[in-house]
């Protein structure tokens, strides 16, 4: 199960970071301006966020296998057509479309685990979903530069929807959401808990809301993408403006997001078991919080330093930390979600994505203004910062609707 969905992982960020890798060639064809390339990461965001919460019920409620291959399909779908664009509004209109189709694949992941895995696994497990995608994240310009050469920017769109398309064909016709259906054995299904496979009903947003541990993941999920989208969205943009790095140099953004499969896949284990140690509600926060401080001294020191070597360096450590904080919030999600851990991951990414899409807006707009490319950068690492603020809200030791009866947490 785990190695399938890291196959989804690895194609979800391969079509996602597409995007980024081409951007300085669409910026030139399409004769767009800065903060132009913000309205195209903002489209994207703003319909991933607007649809986050409304297709992680619809895994809580109907199931993944149903929702994950929709989901899989629409964004590949709008994948190919991002190549099909011929000017601004056309991009924007796709770009909008993307997100919203892509929208609900890591709160549908986490169901799976939730169900799949038993409580003291559950971080590694999403660790090395994480890894998965920044392993995606880090093929992406070795994938797309040879393509984008060789026959322009637009085919690359093209040959990557097709994988997610066969993807979505084996997840239907191979899962199933019960345990027992695709031949569990009863003393696995019994390691993992009785957990039910659809929740009879919402969750209880009165209860939820009424949690401090709601507000304080969505803080935490709003600075933490905001400080992402700078090597999702605007690296490799970032690195050939403000550093003069050329095609070739652009490789070594690999080098990032190979530390973020790092920090993904070590993060999950580190997080569990620092939570054998401290408990479950100081475990996660603890992890969480120094990764988030570190990302944003790194950051703070790229945004001073112009040498090439040392600047992939900085950001790697960040991509490492940043790793870890990834498969530390999910886990969390899970943690505290109880027959509700699609909604409540899509509550937190939803929140995570408006960072992302203020992050991705304000860049551009902010060096149209001041003509720098470091005041953007030194107000990520700010922003991060004070966003470690938010876990000291979030207890992950108890599930956030009071009222419904959680699966055994382990």
């Given amino acids: 199960m785990l190695g399938v969905l890291c196959v989804l992982g690895v194609i979800l960020y391969i079509d996602r970071v597409c995007i980024a890798i081409a951007l300085p060639s669409i910026q030139k064809e399409l004769a767009l301006e800065p903060q132009q390339l913000g309205w195209i990461s903002l489209a994207f965001s703003l319909a991933y966020a607007l649809f986050e919460i409304p297709t992680g019920h619809l895994g809580d409620r109907y199931g993944t296998r149903k929702t994950l291959m929709r989901i899989t399909i629409a964004w590949s779908v709008f994948t190919a057509l991002t190549g099909a664009t011929f000017g601004l509004v056309s991009l924007l209109v796709v770009r909008f479309l993307f997100g919203a189709g892509e929208a609900g694949a890591w709160p549908n992941v986490s169901t799976v685990v939730s169900k799949w895995f038993p409580a003291r696994a559950r971080g590694r497990a999403m660790g090395v979903f994480g890894a998965a995608t920044a392993i995606g994240g880090g093929l992406s310009p070795f994938l797309v530069i040879p393509i984008q050469s060789a026959y322009g920017w637009r085919a690359s769109f093209f040959i990557f929807a097709a994988l997610g398309v066969a993807w979505a064909i084996v997840w239907y016709l191979w899962f199933r959401d019960d345990l027992a ?3 569990t054995p009863p003393d696995e299904i019994a390691e993992v808990g009785h957990v039910p496979i659809r929740a009879a009903h919402g969750l209880a947003w009165g209860t939820a809301l009424r ?10 999920g709003f600075s933490n993408i905001y400080a992402a989208f700078f090597t999702i969205f605007w690296l490799p943009t970032y690195l050939s403006k403000a550093r003069g790095f050329d095609d070739g140099d652009l490789k ?7 530390a973020a499969v790092v920090g993904n896949a070590s993060g999950g284990w580190i997080s569990d078991r620092v939570v054998q140690a401290l408990g479950r509600g100081l475990g996660r926060r603890a992890v969480a919080m120094s990764c988030a401080v570190l990302v944003g001294a790194m950051l703070a020191l790229v945004a001073i330093t112009s040498d090439k070597v040392t600047v992939i360096a900085l950001l790697s450590v960040a991509g490492l930390a940043w790793g870890v904080i990834q498969a530390n919030v999910f886990a969390t999600c899970i943690d505290i979600g109880g027959l509700h851990v699609g909604t409540v991951a899509g509550t937190m990414n939803m929140a995570g994505q408006l960072g992302g899409a203020v992050s991705a807006l304000s860049f551009g707009y902010i060096v149209k203004l001041t003509g720098s490319y470091e005041v953007p950068v030194f107000v990520m690492a700010a922003v991060i910062t004070v966003g470690t603020a938010s876990w000291l809200w979030i207890d992950a030791s108890k599930p956030i609707d009071a009222e419904i009866e959680a699966p055994d947490r382990g």
Avoid at 211 to 217: A, I, S, V
Wanted: aromatic share 16%; hydrophobic share 60%; glycine share 16%.
């Fill in 252 to 258: 070594w953004t690999a080098a990032v997001w190979i």
């Fill in 211 to 220: 949690q401090p541990r709601l507000w304080g993941l969505m803080g935490a």
């Fill in 181 to 183: 259906d695709m031949g």
